[in-house]
Nanobody, 118 residues
Framework: QVQLVESGGGLVQAGGSLRLSCAASGRTFSSYAMGWFRQAPGKKRDFVAGISRSGGSTYYADSVKGRFTISRDNAKSTVYLQMNSLKPEDTAVYYC???????????WGQGTQVTVSS
C-alpha cells in the first residue's frame, strides 16, 4: 500500500485560491492513479478530480470544472490540487486517494480542511 499525507488546507475568502498537496510514500507512486475527494459536514464523500498514472488524463466533477486543476509530479511522488475562484460551497475536508486506475481507490490520506468564507 501507499501512504498519503495531505497539506495546504486553510481558511480563505470567497474568490481566493489554495493549492493542496498530497505526498506519497511506500510503493511506486507512478503505478497509481490519483484522485481528490471532499466531504462536507453531514454529507457523503464526493469525487472532485482524478489523474492518470502518467498525468496525461484528468477528470473533474462538474462543480469544479474550470476552477480546479489536478496535477502530479511523479519524481516528487506528489499530487496537487490547485483551487481557484473558491466558493463557500467548496468548504469541506479534502482527501487524496490512490487507486489502480479503474475508478476505485484503496488508499486514503487523513484529509485537510478547506474553509471558504463568504
Amino acid at each position: 500500500q501507499v501512504q498519503l499525507v495531505e497539506s495546504g488546507g486553510g481558511l480563505v475568502q470567497a474568490g481566493g485560491s489554495l493549492r493542496l498537496s498530497c505526498a506519497a510514500s511506500g510503493r511506486t507512486f507512478s503505478s497509481y492513479a490519483m484522485g481528490w475527494f471532499r466531504q462536507a459536514p453531514g454529507k457523503k464523500r464526493d469525487f472532485v478530480a482524478g489523474i492518470s498514472r502518467s498525468g496525461g488524463s484528468t477528470y473533474y466533477a462538474d462543480s469544479v470544472k474550470g476552477r480546479f486543476t489536478i496535477s502530479r509530479d511523479n519524481a516528487k511522488s506528489t499530487v496537487y490540487l490547485q483551487m481557484n475562484s473558491l466558493k463557500p460551497e467548496d468548504t469541506a475536508v479534502y482527501y487524496c486517494a490512490a487507486g489502480g486506475g479503474t475508478g476505485t481507490y484503496d488508499s486514503w490520506g487523513q484529509g485537510t480542511q478547506v474553509t471558504v468564507s463568504s
